[in-house]
T-cell receptor, first 109, second 120 residues
Framework: RKEVEQDPGPFNVPEGATVAFNCTYS??????FFWYRQDCRKEPKLLMS???SGNEDGRFTAQLNRASQYISLLIRDSKLSDSATYLC??????????FGRGTSLIVHP | DGGITQSPKYLFRKEGQNVTLSCEQN?????MYWYRQDPGQGLRLIYY???????QKGDIAEGYSVSREKKESFPLTVTSAQKNPTAFYLC???????????????????FGPGTRLTVL
């Protein structure tokens, strides 16, 4: 089992839809969790940190489920500009970040 | 403005040549990282450095070398020993890695714009 796994998609949704991605991890000692956004041929940029209590930033909600070892990202009211690849990043006991391969989101009119 | 820069943006190399990719940050970050990204793939860690004059191998260090003589700079050399060097190379930095900070949470990584290396 890979350390960090994501469904590569693509998730193809209409504007205004709600879409959710999950990212599973294998190391139960993982300590920190992030979602990054990467646009085509650009560098990743931090979207959200994921806290144990969950966190929300506008249309974006991130949650952590330690029991089942996954994090999630929910996007409400999708915009065309949300089209991108979403990478989960998890730091385990080694303290070195491990990236998922990313989930591609395409929002269409 | 503080940030992290990489140069060049595009680099072409003939087989058998070594090339060095530049990475500079003025964020006063302790930790710096080099990643490689292939099409449709996630980022794979090549090398990382938590402090000046110290660095560690990541998951795919073979065929690469680094140095960390200054806090601001972490250049990556792609040697002729790297079998398939064509890729997108990303440099990142973070304030303080969890291993030395003692904090439970890791810190956000800031990325440079990347260098696209093509071997001809």
């Amino acid at each position: 089992r890979k350390e960090v796994e994501q469904d590569p998609g693509p998730f193809n949704v209409p504007e205004g839809a709600t879409v959710a991605f999950n990212c599973t991890y294998s190391n139960s000692a993982s300590q920190s969790f992030f979602w990054y956004r990467q646009d085509c041929r650009k560098e990743p940029k931090l979207l959200m940190s994921v806290y144990s209590s969950g966190n929300e930033d506008g249309r974006f909600t991130a949650q952590l489920n330690r029991a089942s070892q996954y994090i999630s990202l929910l996007i409400r009211d999708s915009k065309l500009s949300d089209s991108a690849t979403y990478l989960c990043v998890i730091t385990g006991g080694s303290y070195i970040p491990t990236f998922g391969r990313g989930t591609s989101l395409i929002v269409h009119p | 403005d503080g940030g992290i820069t990489q140069s060049p943006k595009y680099l072409f190399r003939k087989e058998g040549q070594n090339v060095t990719l530049s990475c500079e940050q003025n964020l006063n970050h302790d930790a710096m990282y080099w990643y490689r990204q292939d099409p449709g793939q996630g980022l794979r860690l090549i090398y990382y450095s938590q402090i000046v004059n110290d660095f560690q191998k990541g998951d795919i260090a073979e065929g690469y070398s680094v140095s960390r003589e200054k806090k601001e700079s972490f250049p990556l050399t792609v040697t002729s020993a790297q079998k398939n060097p064509t890729a997108f190379y990303l440099c990142a930095s973070s304030i303080d890695p969890p291993a030395t900070s003692g904090r439970a949470l890791g810190d956000e990584q800031f990325f440079g714009p990347g260098t696209r290396l093509t071997v001809l």
